[in-house]
């Protein structure tokens, strides 16, 4: 009985995750449908025709640590995609950025990843607790990556010919964005989930489409996540990481932080916190360390979060070529130097203020 309520646990703790997936998807499904992402783009293209894309860059970043990594993808990644099309340049570079900005961004502050969420609600650790341990690695990270990132792909975005754009999308797609960020932002103040306030959304454009896009929802994937984190708290004890929680040291957090790494990319970040904050009765240099593994290294593989799985079915949706082994080898060459760059900013952080 006491694995099955491990197991009950872990998918309770999950299911927030779960939820914001099968509504994300449909979001951006309803909003692309609507023309939201056609408007935002050429209005975007006809006031920027040389568009830098660090900006891009840089606007993914804060919209990771302001709202959360979720939302990065879930409304950057179709307006990316249709940048790119009007440029008429291969758009998949440019949707990988809001994948690598929803990991690399995602440790500054609690809000910004449901994992340190979930770790900030166990532990009870504050805001400044948060930036003081992992703003700084996220923040070398997101330069790192950068800097992989411009060696691979175009720094600038030229517009083609920009003409007309039709604004008519805007009426309800504005109004609903704009709800949903102020909802994702001060919802969870006052116990309103962010899924909540995404399927809030679903419904105001399912009236101004007319349509249910059923065909989007990732059921399965859902499903399949969710098997994972109660089959890992069925099996696994907590106290399994105890050696890990105990680390301290440059050298030792650096350790945990490729564990997490590895950890994550091989069950899912979610479960692979719960598994370091259960046991946990305070934040020690080897929880840090952890967080910033399953933060930053997630993305590694599509299984390593569930921003991951949702990007992945948001481009095959705009019917981009992308399978698993094209993500790992477009994502590890720009994510090993960002997960090494958090590393050393973490070791130094270690070994100067503990």
Do not use: C, K
């Amino acid at each position: 009985m006491a694995a099955m309520d491990q197991a009950g646990d872990a998918f309770a703790s999950v299911a927030p995750a779960l939820a914001f997936l099968l509504v994300g998807v449909p979001l951006a499904a309803l909003l692309d449908e609507l023309g939201f992402f056609d408007a935002v783009a050429g209005l975007m293209e006809q006031r920027h025709p040389d568009l830098p894309v660090l900006a891009l860059w840089l606007l993914a970043g804060a919209t990771t640590v302001v709202l959360n990594l979720d939302t990065t993808i879930v409304l950057l990644t179709p307006l990316y995609v249709r940048l790119a099309r009007r440029a008429r340049v291969d758009p998949v570079p440019l949707a990988l950025i809001p994948l690598l900005l929803a990991a690399f961004a995602s440790s500054v502050l609690p809000v910004s990843n449901l994992t340190t969420l979930i770790a900030a609600g166990q532990l009870g650790l504050g805001v400044g607790e948060v930036v003081r341990h992992l703003a700084l690695p996220s923040v070398a990270a997101v330069a790192a990556g950068w800097l992989a990132y411009r060696r691979r792909h175009p720094t600038r975005l030229a517009a083609s010919s920009p003409g007309p754009v039709d604004l008519r999308p805007l009426r309800l797609g504005v109004p609903v964005v704009a709800g949903l960020l102020v909802g994702v932002t001060i919802g969870p103040s006052f116990g309103v989930a962010p899924w909540i306030v995404v399927l809030v959304a679903d419904l105001f454009l399912v009236i101004g489409v007319r349509r249910v896009p059923w065909r989007t929802l990732p059921v399965g994937t859902a499903l399949g996540v969710g098997a994972v984190a109660a089959l890992v708290g069925a099996v696994v004890s907590p106290d399994l990481l105890d050696p890990l929680r105990a680390a301290s040291g440059p050298l030792a957090a650096a350790g945990v932080t490729l564990v997490a790494t590895v950890t994550a990319n091989a069950i899912n970040n979610i479960p692979a916190t719960l598994l370091m904050v259960d046991g946990a009765t305070r934040p020690t240099d080897g929880v840090w360390a952890w967080l910033l593994g399953v933060n930053v290294g997630a993305v590694l593989l599509p299984l390593g979060a569930l921003a991951n799985l949702l990007w992945l079915r948001i481009v095959r949706e705009e019917e981009l070529d992308v399978d698993l082994w094209g993500y790992a080898r477009m994502v590890v060459p720009i994510a090993v130097p960002a997960l090494a760059a958090a590393v050393a900013a973490q070791a130094i952080l270690v070994a100067l203020v503990g």
